[in-house]
């Protein structure tokens, strides 16, 4: 029953930004974490970014550290996705996904692992010109 749905993904320059979003519902609890995904056109998709539920504990794939940060706001049930010094590398369809972690110490090793997440969205596409 969640639902999420991403939006602000564009067209943008190497070295611009970009801040994604992700409406989450269907559930009156927040108990997922969330995590962020993306896949460019002849690789495999890839982890980006989560945060585990419980706690403040963010992880983020190698080649996204330090220009990318993720967050969320409960109020309104949206997770965040702030792109920095975007690199025409970044470019792809990102997506959302909903996953459900025992503890931070589980989802430290398997935050990037697609087949933790139960629930996707749409995607949203990042297109990075140099």
């Known amino acids: 029953q969640v639902q999420l749905v991403e939006s602000g993904g564009d067209s943008v320059q190497a070295g611009g930004s970009l801040r994604l979003s992700c409406v989450y519902s269907?559930?009156?609890?927040?108990?997922?974490?969330m995590g962020w995904f993306r896949q460019a056109p002849g690789k495999a998709r890839e982890g980006v970014a989560a945060?585990?539920?419980?706690?403040?504990?963010?992880y983020y794939g190698d080649s996204v550290k330090g220009r990318f940060a993720i967050s969320r706001d409960n109020a309104k049930n949206t997770l965040y996705l702030q792109m920095n010094s975007l690199k025409p590398e970044d470019t792809a369809m990102y997506y959302c996904?909903?996953?459900?972690?025992?503890?931070?110490?589980?989802?430290?090793?398997?935050?990037?692992?697609?087949?933790?997440?139960?629930?996707w969205g749409q995607g949203t596409q990042v297109t990075v010109s140099s």
């Open positions: 996904a909903a996953a459900m972690f025992r503890n931070p110490g589980i989802a430290a090793i398997l935050w990037a692992a697609q087949s933790q997440y139960s629930h």
């Open positions: 945060i585990y539920s419980a706690g403040a504990s963010k």
């Open positions: 269907g559930y009156n609890y927040n108990t997922y974490s």
